[in-house]
């Protein structure tokens, strides 16, 4: 019986390599071993970033794998926004997900604040476990959606066929019917007026295609603010050059870097206020 099994086995890498290449055999065998390693492991793993260890709660492998992708491959944005810390700063992670670069700037100084806002109902309760799991006090939990109007607004939870934790606000005649949820949406100045959030001096965003929309809403919050990292998407509908306009418009110097397929990260630096690097 074993041999039989290992015979199949081996019939089926035989059959990726010759229709898919060397490549991809050990791609999957790469991530078999890996996911070998995550259930021995368990949900909660350690993650290094830029000499800072942090804590993840990831109930499962496809939340293990995003966790440690973005850990691993963004050391681009990882540095630039070490760059730009300086102690007492407040840093809004729009889009925070659940936690890792919450996580990651509320341990790499605990003299920063860190708002994470993020409307995903599944996913804040895991944002929740992870900033407590790493025992920040600095980081505070907003549960909901920044966006162009005070309101509340439809969520796709999943944002593709599959399940993922990259979900996003949808118009009406988007996503699928089983996978909308309703969240609360406030523009950033609203937050701001109403002292829900302290004013931002570095904003970071990334809301799968929402991006104009979440910029739109923060026209008295980004004079103050010093510099904005915006992950930008075209292929979900974001029209890059008028959130670079926007930006420009509102006195910010624009440059683009991190490229990854076609989504980039812009990082605009505001003109208005000296930029100090600690």
């Not at 691993?72 to 997900?97: C, M, P, S």
């Not at 103050?224 to 974001?238: N, S, T, Y």
Request: proline share 4%; hydrophobic share 40%.
């Amino acid at each position: 019986m074993v041999m039989l099994e290992l015979a199949k086995k081996a019939t089926k890498v035989y059959k990726v390599y010759r229709e898919k290449g060397a490549e991809e055999v050990l791609r999957r065998a790469f991530h078999r071993v890996r996911y070998l390693s995550y259930r021995v492991r368990g949900p909660i793993i350690n993650l290094k970033i830029m000499g800072v260890k942090i804590r993840m709660y990831t109930p499962t492998y496809p939340d293990f794998h995003i966790v440690d992708y973005v850990a691993r491959t963004e050391h681009y944005l990882q540095r630039e926004l070490v760059r730009e810390l300086k102690e007492g700063i407040v840093i809004w992670d729009v889009g925070a997900n659940v936690g890792l670069y919450s996580c990651f700037l509320g341990k790499y100084s605990s003299n920063v604040t860190v708002v994470a806002f993020e409307p995903n109902p599944v996913v804040v309760e895991r944002l929740k476990k992870n900033v407590s799991l790493n025992g920040l006090r600095n980081v505070q939990i907003v549960d909901v959606a920044l966006w162009d109007v005070d309101s509340n607004l439809t969520f796709d939870v999943v944002w593709s066929e599959h399940p993922s934790l990259h979900g996003r606000v949808v118009t009406h005649s988007e996503g699928n019917q089983g996978n909308l949820v309703m969240v609360k949406a406030m523009r950033g100045d609203s937050l701001v007026e109403k002292g829900l959030a302290p004013p931002p001096d570095i904003i970071k965003v990334d809301v799968e295609g929402g991006e104009i929309e979440v910029i739109r809403g923060m026209d008295s919050v980004l004079n103050d603010c010093r510099v904005l990292f915006i992950e930008v998407h075209p292929a979900k509908g974001v029209d890059t050059h008028v959130l670079e306009c926007m930006l420009v418009k509102a006195g910010f110097e624009v440059e683009r870097f991190g490229w990854r397929d076609q989504d980039f990260w812009i990082k605009a630096t505001n003109n208005r206020i000296r930029s100090e690097v600690i």
